[in-house]
């Protein structure tokens, strides 16, 4: 691939729970800022590469293995998960490092984020193409929601219990989160060179692209009913194009029931437009209004994936 890509990521969150921390709250900064981690945002595209039956090498999976004396279902180790994925018998065994790396690079989440595979020997660490920010909720009303849940049954080792027991559920009434991100083909330079890959291509950008769109609609657990795809920005430009963090520039409010995305980046797009080959923008349309599109831009409906007249 011979561009650039930075874009934004907008996930909305209503009565949902987008990225909880250990706590069970909506993650947060020191100062109390809601926002959600790289992680939160790959995983539901892994889980869905995954279900397509594509190659995720960074996800967890069960098998059966022994706790003690007893059969356990347990999450594999990397190890493990390297070894049912390549169909390999020990790969303690495996000398050939570049078989690795291309076993490796082979794994669409590998591919996309890049990887750090330190398991039997092997210290391999591996920059990804795609590079994706920390998503920042931009709605000012935002506030967590404890639910007091009734399970249907009571505690077996309260032998005194009467009633059956109490759970929470924790969301946020609504929240609004942008992830920036940068797509960067020259990141497997080197491996390109060694023959391991023959790099990030076009295909790939496009399979990252159609799965950014829906991973969070389509990812519908009990905490993340609520969660979908609200808004992407793709700015593909020239490989020597150097763009700034473009979440910067979003402003999200809310007026009559409508949100309101404001593209604060309008101006640096088109004075940019000599480098920038190509701007898309997603939203829904029947829930937001989307102020300042820049003239170079093309805008879609997300939920449609069809052009806004």
């Known amino acids: 691939m011979n561009k650039r890509v930075y874009g934004v990521l907008g996930i909305s969150s209503i009565m949902a729970n987008w990225n909880a921390d250990f706590s069970g709250y909506p993650k947060t900064t020191s100062d109390g800022e809601t926002f959600g981690s790289d992680k939160a945002l790959k995983y539901p595209m892994k889980k869905m590469w995954d279900n397509e039956g594509k190659k995720v090498l960074y996800i967890k999976s069960m098998c059966l293995g022994k706790k003690g004396e007893e059969i356990a279902l347990i999450p594999r180790t990397l190890k493990e998960r390297y070894e049912f994925l390549f169909d390999v018998k020990d790969l303690k065994d495996c000398k050939d490092i570049k078989k690795i790396l291309e076993n490796l690079m082979s794994a669409v989440d590998v591919k996309n984020f890049g990887a750090t595979f330190a398991e039997s020997g092997n210290n391999i660490s591996i920059t990804g193409a795609v590079q994706i920010g920390q998503g920042f909720n931009k709605y000012m009303d935002t506030n967590p929601e404890e639910q007091q849940i009734l399970s249907p049954f009571r505690d077996a080792k309260d032998t005194d219990a009467k009633n059956s027991t109490l759970g929470t559920k924790i969301v946020s009434n609504e929240a609004h989160y942008f992830y920036p991100f940068v797509i960067n083909p020259m990141a497997y330079k080197e491996l390109i060179e060694l023959e391991v890959t023959e790099g990030y291509t076009e295909e790939d ?41 473009l979440s910067e520039y979003i402003k999200f409010e809310k007026e009559n029931d409508k949100n309101i995305i404001e593209l604060k980046c309008r101006n640096l797009l088109e004075e940019l437009e000599e480098v920038i080959e190509k701007v898309d ?29």
Not at 294 to 300: C, E, L, R
């Open 281 to 309: 923008i997603y939203y829904n349309p029947y829930t937001t209004v989307l102020k300042d599109i820049p003239k170079n831009a093309q805008v879609y409906d997300i939920r449609t994936l069809k052009e806004v007249q």
């Open 205 to 245: 950008y496009q399979n990252f692209r159609r799965t950014s769109l829906v991973m969070a609609t389509s990812f519908a657990t009990n905490s993340k009913v609520g969660c979908e795809n609200e808004f992407a920005l793709f700015v593909e430009t020239s490989l020597d194009a150097y763009l700034p963090n």
